[in-house]
């Protein structure tokens, strides 16, 4: 559906993407994860062909997005970072008015919008004007809208950035549901747990590279233990601590307010850090995610 080889993003002496390898196979949901900045929308607006590449191979869908824009284009779904529904108009002519943009029939654009507000739990909000939706209504829109062509490929730059968790994961379910009737999809998310809920296969960038790729346990199994355990140690500098219990796992990582302690089996490193006479304020063992992944590739967190 994508392939990408050295792929290229410049905005003068700006280097946004220098030079990374996709490939996204039909039916699977395929992330990019990564902190702002790091290129995910340059390499999304190149996918949906509405930015030229500067360098390296990106085929969409087969085809050279530098000559064949319009005949991809046609064939794909795209939901901008940004909402861009025409707020002048209803629910409903959102969807009819892009609709006809597509060539399709009167009829078809009454059936799919029917079909498609039904799918975006929008109906009762059909004739409500774009303004009186609350941002998750908003996005759900735009996701229907993207559907009104039927695309082979759907794209999603950040679906659920700003979104409050009950709108998150009303967005998430809809997404789901696509994916289970058998629409491949391309996102990018910031969030950890929106790669790790949505994607069959990601790869995390930074800073306009690619640092890992894979399913999201395999970058789990590969870059980590399979547990967590966070000591708070209160108002210390927790660095002069990390010592004292580096080797009880297989690694520690020191973030301002707390240690993190990397081992398979986090309650006996919790055990063996009270043996020692360590009195943490809290401490807490939890599953190993993408966030520690990305801590540990960069050094960094990925909200800050
Ligand atoms: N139109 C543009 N002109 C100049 N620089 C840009 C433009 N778009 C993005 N950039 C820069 O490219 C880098 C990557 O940005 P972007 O692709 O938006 O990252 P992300 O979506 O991961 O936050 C950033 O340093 C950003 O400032
Ligand atoms: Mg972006």
């Given at each position: 559906m994508v392939r990408a080889v050295g792929l290229r993003k410049g905005f003068g002496t700006v280097e946004a993407v220098r030079g990374i390898d996709v490939e996204v196979e039909r039916g699977e949901v395929f992330g990019f994860l990564g902190p702002n900045g790091a290129g995910k929308s340059s390499t999304m607006r190149m996918i949906a062909t509405t930015s030229p590449i500067s360098g390296g191979v990106l085929e969409v869908l087969g085809m050279d997005p530098a000559t064949r824009g319009p005949q991809i284009r046609a064939r794909l779904g795209v939901c901008p970072q940004d909402d861009t529904l025409?707020?002048?108009?209803?629910v409903r002519e959102n969807l009819t008015v892009y609709g006809r943009y597509f060539g399709l029939s009167r009829g078809t654009v009454r059936e799919r919008a029917d079909e498609l507000l039904a799918f975006a739990h929008l109906s009762e909000r059909a004739g409500a004007r774009v303004d009186e939706l609350s941002g998750g209504m908003r996005r759900r829109l735009t996701i229907a809208r993207s559907l009104m062509n039927r695309p082979d490929l759907l794209l999603l730059d950040?679906?659920?950035?700003?979104?409050?968790p009950q709108a998150r994961h009303a967005l998430w379910d809809q997404l789901y549901r696509l994916k289970q009737a058998g629409v491949t999809q391309v996102l990018t998310t910031h969030y950890m747990d929106e790669a790790e809920q949505l994607c069959d296969r990601l790869v995390i960038m930074d800073g306009g590279r690619i640092v890992a790729a894979g399913t999201p346990a395999e970058l789990i199994a590969r870059h980590c233990t399979r547990e967590v355990a966070e000591v708070r140690l209160g108002v210390v500098d927790h660095a002069e601590h990390a010592d004292r219990l580096t080797d009880l796992g297989a690694r520690v990582e020191v973030l301002p307010d707390r240690l993190l302690i990397y081992a398979d089996d986090g309650e006996a490193v919790l055990a063996a850090a009270h043996a020692r006479g360590l009195a943490p304020v809290t401490a807490l063992v939890r599953r190993a995610t993408l966030e520690d992944v990305f801590l540990h590739l960069t050094g960094r967190t990925l909200v800050d």
């Amino acid at each position: 559906m994508v392939r990408a080889v050295g792929l290229r993003k410049g905005f003068g002496t700006v280097e946004a993407v220098r030079g990374i390898d996709v490939e996204v196979e039909r039916g699977e949901v395929f992330g990019f994860l990564g902190p702002n900045g790091a290129g995910k929308s340059s390499t999304m607006r190149m996918i949906a062909t509405t930015s030229p590449i500067s360098g390296g191979v990106l085929e969409v869908l087969g085809m050279d997005p530098a000559t064949r824009g319009p005949q991809i284009r046609a064939r794909l779904g795209v939901c901008p970072q940004d909402d861009t529904l025409d707020t002048e108009l209803s629910v409903r002519e959102n969807l009819t008015v892009y609709g006809r943009y597509f060539g399709l029939s009167r009829g078809t654009v009454r059936e799919r919008a029917d079909e498609l507000l039904a799918f975006a739990h929008l109906s009762e909000r059909a004739g409500a004007r774009v303004d009186e939706l609350s941002g998750g209504m908003r996005r759900r829109l735009t996701i229907a809208r993207s559907l009104m062509n039927r695309p082979d490929l759907l794209l999603l730059d950040e679906p659920t950035t700003g979104l409050d968790p009950q709108a998150r994961h009303a967005l998430w379910d809809q997404l789901y549901r696509l994916k289970q009737a058998g629409v491949t999809q391309v996102l990018t998310t910031h969030y950890m747990d929106e790669a790790e809920q949505l994607c069959d296969r990601l790869v995390i960038m930074d800073g306009g590279r690619i640092v890992a790729a894979g399913t999201p346990a395999e970058l789990i199994a590969r870059h980590c233990t399979r547990e967590v355990a966070e000591v708070r140690l209160g108002v210390v500098d927790h660095a002069e601590h990390a010592d004292r219990l580096t080797d009880l796992g297989a690694r520690v990582e020191v973030l301002p307010d707390r240690l993190l302690i990397y081992a398979d089996d986090g309650e006996a490193v919790l055990a063996a850090a009270h043996a020692r006479g360590l009195a943490p304020v809290t401490a807490l063992v939890r599953r190993a995610t993408l966030e520690d992944v990305f801590l540990h590739l960069t050094g960094r967190t990925l909200v800050d």
